[in-house]
C-alpha cells in the first residue's frame, strides 16, 4: 500500500522557518521524482519544487528561490523541503507528491500558515 505522510507544518510568524518532511512507503522510492505542491486557498495546486531520481532539483517559483530547499533521502524513504524566511504569501496546504512514468501519489496534505 502506497503512502505519503507528510508532518512539520503549522503556524510561523513572518521570517520564520519550517522544515516539511514526507515518509514514503509502499513503493520503490529511489525511482520516483518527489515533489511538493501546495494549495492556497482559492487556488489550484500547483508545485513548488521536485527532486527527480537522479537529484536534479527544479524550483517552479522565484519567489521560492534561495528560500526554500528540497531533498532527498533514499536511504530513509523521506523527501523534505525547508523554508527559510517565509512570507505570508507562503500560507498553503503543503502537499507531497511522487510520480514517475503514469504512476503519481499523494500525501494529505500539511497546512502551513504564516501569520503574525
Known amino acids: 500500500q502506497v503512502q505519503l505522510v507528510e508532518s512539520g507544518g503549522g503556524l510561523v510568524q513572518p521570517g520564520g522557518s519550517l522544515r516539511l518532511s514526507c515518509a514514503a512507503s509502499?513503493?520503490?522510492?529511489?525511482?520516483?521524482?518527489m515533489s511538493w505542491y501546495r494549495q492556497a486557498p482559492g487556488k489550484e495546486r500547483e508545485p513548488v519544487a521536485t527532486?527527480?531520481?537522479?537529484?536534479?532539483?527544479?524550483y517552479n517559483f522565484d519567489s521560492v528561490k534561495g528560500r526554500f530547499t528540497i531533498s532527498r533521502d533514499n536511504a530513509k524513504n523521506v523527501v523534505d523541503l525547508q523554508m527559510n524566511s517565509l512570507k505570508p504569501e507562503d500560507t498553503a496546504v503543503y502537499y507531497c507528491?511522487?510520480?514517475?512514468?503514469?504512476?503519481?501519489?499523494w500525501g494529505q496534505g500539511t497546512q502551513v500558515t504564516v501569520s503574525s
Open positions: 527532486i527527480d531520481a537522479f537529484g536534479t532539483i527544479t
Open positions: 507528491n511522487a510520480q514517475r512514468l503514469f504512476r503519481n501519489y
Open positions: 509502499g513503493f520503490t522510492f529511489s525511482n520516483y521524482a
